[in-house]
């Protein structure tokens, strides 16, 4: 069973070098590349201004945000439902200086960037030169994000998952799932099989005769020799 884990962030900026925080953090669970319905999201109170430049993005203020659990008391949460597993985020390096930022802010283990599968990249290596944000990548596979009218970072999990399965082949990797009996990692699929008698292959007397009348209207055949 492969367990990856989809991660996305919403911020108040830029830069977390510049004291901009986290206002947002989603993840969603996939199982052998394919969504399981299981899912962590919660909206965190920055602890500070929300600038317009960031609201016009996400839209939400920090009125709205000031309800909401810090990252320092929502973190075991999510620590939790990340797991060991590997994290699938678009343009890994902003949302990972964000979110080390915030573990170190709260003196915990940061992530590791070796356990991140950047899709960004991953589509810049695969389409040289073309756009590569998330909408430019679900309009080139036709993933319906018509949704998508405010970033949004459950909504944009969701989107990167299916985004995801295509840029690693699309789902034939998992045709099998929900299958009764199937095989498990590594093993071929056999299901019940059929024997049949063994069909004789030695030639019958006239298929004798008949080779042999071929054979005299031949010069010197070789099955003669």
Known sequence: MIREIVLDTETTGLDPAAGHRLVEVAALELVNHVPTGRTFQSYLNPERDVPEEARRVHGLDRAFLEGFPTFAEAVDELLAFLGDSP???????????????????????????????????IAQRRFPGAPASLDALCRRFAVDASARKLHG????????????????????VDLALGVAGRAGPGQAAVGARRYRPPRPHAPSPAELEAHAALLDQLEDPVWRR
């Open 87 to 121: 994290l699938v985020i678009h343009n890994a390096a902003f949302d990972l200086a964000f979110l080390n930022a915030e573990l170190a802010r709260i003196e915990r283990p940061l992530l590791e960037a070796d356990r991140v599968i950047d899709t960004l990249a």
């Open 153 to 172: 970072a459950l909504l944009d999990c969701q989107l990167l998952a299916e985004v995801y399965l295509h840029l690693i082949g699309g789902r034939q």
